[in-house]
């Protein structure tokens, strides 16, 4: 088997194959979110324009010493690592390679800085990243052809979560169906725009959000076909190359384009009362990414997003904005990141 390390200097390919792959997971968030409905084999229909950010968790991943797969995990509490979906990934990517790899088994340590159960498919990007670096680690570029290894991918991907197929893009995209069919957006025109993100401490099930919206009618959308609208409207213009100017002058449409708002509201008491809060401090417009709880505000840069990220800190010092859960909120000012045209293909090198 041929190890293709994050190195590419000089030295012998002996020398190389112990070096760790390193892979970045970014987070992602919906700039837009329409559900349509719920489909015959209990998913539901997406419309929505995502991005990642710049705000990422890191995976390394080396030959394990033994014979089973680990993981290390680094950064919060994360629960059990044998549930962890970067340990599921090395398995479903193993399955779906078959004999046709050297499927050795993989120690990991993945670098935890994305909050979990936020919104923003931290576990999702772990899984997409945990593919890619095993097909590394096996070396599936030099054993099967790119078309192989693209549908290896893919149809692995799906199989571990609707939200992985989109970071297999690189970059901001149109995901429809259950999250299968994931058009790439080109790159916005301009500097990257600023997102401040606060993330309440408590955990909003993706699964529990969806239940509520088919169960409780207080969770209905208040105007779907206005969501969708929005939507279509922002890939439209995405593809004929929007600018950093153009979204942000859209946020205040963005920032009630998520279908799941009411259901996230309902799944966590107190973060209506949370947006609406930050609204007023901040005078901006305040969005949901997925099923929440994560609010994020749009801003032309990431200095403007720092600043609101103190406002933010100081309102909730002093009593006016008051926050669910147990702990301080995550408070974070990132940006939107660029396209990452070669993170998750089987190259040897670190993503950028």
């Keep these: ?154 149809r692995t991907a799906l199989q571990l979560g609707s939200d992985v197929p989109f970071f297999l893009a690189g970059g901001a995209a149109l995901v429809t169906g259950r999250g299968e069919r994931v058009e790439p957006l080109p790159p916005l025109d301009g500097a990257a725009p600023g997102l401040l993100l606060v993330t309440p401490a408590i955990r909003a099930e993706t699964a529990t959000v969806f239940a509520i919206l088919d169960a409780d009618p207080m969770a209905a959308p208040s105007d779907p076909r206005s969501t969708r609208a929005s939507s279509e409207h922002l890939a439209a213009e995405w593809r004929t190359g929007l600018g950093t100017d153009g979204l942000v002058a859209r946020a205040g449409v963005l920032g009630t384009a998520n279908d799941l708002a009411n259901a996230a509201d309902i799944a966590v008491p107190g973060l209506r009362a949370m947006r609406r809060a930050l609204g007023r401090r901040l005078g901006r417009p305040v969005g949901l990414s997925g099923s929440g709880p994560t609010l994020w505000v749009l801003y032309a840069s990431e200095r403007e997003a720092a600043s609101a990220a103190e406002v933010v800190r100081s309102g909730l010092e002093s009593g006016e904005i008051a926050a669910p859960g147990a702990g301080r909120p995550f408070i974070l000012a990132t940006t939107i990141a660029a396209a990452r045209n070669r993170q998750h293909q089987p190259s040897g090198k670190e993503a950028t």
Excluded: C, Y
């Excluded at 997971?25 to 349509?36: D, E």
């Excluded at 950010?53 to 995990?73: E, F, I, M, Y």
């Excluded at 499927?103 to 899984?127: H, T, Y």
């Design 1 to 154: 088997m041929r190890w293709k390390g994050d190195v590419t200097d000089g030295r012998t390919r002996a020398d190389r194959r112990l070096g760790p792959v390193v892979r970045v997971a970014p987070a992602k968030l919906n700039l837009t979110l329409a559900v349509a409905g719920r489909r015959p084999d209990g998913f539901h229909e997406l419309h929505s324009v995502m991005v990642p950010l710049g705000l990422a968790d890191r995976l390394s991943v080396a030959p394990a010493a033994g014979v089973h797969d680990t993981l290390r995990l680094e950064g919060g509490d994360l629960g059990p690592a044998a549930d962890n979906l970067v340990l599921r990934a090395f398995a479903a990517v193993r399955a779906a390679a078959g004999r046709r790899l050297d499927a050795v088994p993989l120690a990991a340590r993945l670098e935890k800085r994305i909050p979990v159960a936020a919104g923003l498919a931290g576990g999702s990007s772990d899984a997409a990243a945990a593919v890619a670096a095993a097909l590394v680690a096996w070396d599936a570029a030099g054993v099967l052809d790119p078309a192989e290894v693209a549908e290896m991918q893919a």
